[in-house]
């Protein structure tokens, strides 16, 4: 298995532009979500997915879209980049929401190797 | 609101024990996890609790106080590869993560 898998590793984008990133698991996980991780903060929650064809938002969606057609892929898209996106994102996923809660002492949330992006 | 505090940055020596507290104030609780995260590179789990007391693997122990809103990682005969940030999250009534800012660990020789 690959786990998580993400791309690009890196990216710089002017202001303006758009893009999306890429997410995709191999391990029939139902639930995704996306992380924005900054200097001095926790990993804040942009958009999430509790499976195929369902997404919702999290914390700091604005400026973010996604879009969950099938249960392996989960990419973000980027409307119109601005310098305060410049982060670094994390894709992430579990069989479900709650499975989390159930993990015991099971590791159940798998992270990708994370996006750096910078918006000039 | 909801708010996970934990130390910015802690130091110590190769061999010893370090403490690494978290506090938090959450709407509900579903649990509390710990995730090493070495510089460039993804969160990995290390740790969950849900219910008071400690929780022992290998060199890493979890204790939580409900009660108290009170958790800590406890790390035992550093090693330099545990140079790492550490980051304390619950998980809400919703069963969303929150997470703290994490604490950067600096072992020295």
């Known amino acids: 298995n690959a786990g998580v898998t993400q791309t690009p590793k890196f990216q710089v984008l002017k202001t303006g532009q758009s893009m999306t990133l890429q997410c995709a698991q191999d391990m029939n996980h139902e639930y995704m979500s996306w992380y924005r991780q900054d200097p001095g903060m926790g990993l804040r929650l942009i958009h999430y997915s509790v499976g195929a064809g369902i997404t919702d938002q999290g914390e700091v969606p604005n400026g973010y879209n996604v879009s969950r057609s099938t249960t392996e892929d989960f990419p973000l898209r980027l409307l119109s980049a601005a310098p305060s996106q410049t982060s670094v994102y994390f894709c992430?996923?579990?069989?479900?929401?709650?499975?989390?809660?159930?993990?015991?002492?099971?590791?159940?949330?798998?992270f990708g190797p994370g996006t750096r992006l910078t918006v000039l | 609101g909801q708010n996970i505090d934990q130390p910015t940055e802690m130091t110590a020596t190769e061999g010893a024990i370090v403490q690494i507290n978290c506090t938090y104030q959450t709407s509900g609780f579903n649990g509390l996890f710990w995730y090493q995260q070495h510089a460039g590179e993804a969160p990995t789990f290390l740790s969950y609790n849900v219910l008071d007391g400690l929780e022992e693997k290998g060199r890493f122990s979890s204790f939580l106080s409900r009660s108290k809103g009170y958790s800590y990682l406890l790390l035992k005969e550093l090693q330099m590869k545990d140079s790492a940030s550490y980051l304390c999250a619950v998980m809400d009534s919703n069963y969303q993560l929150i997470w703290g800012a994490g604490t950067k660990l600096i072992i020295k020789p």
């Open positions: 992430a996923s579990s069989y479900s929401r709650t499975d989390l809660a159930l993990a015991g002492n099971t590791d159940t949330q798998y």
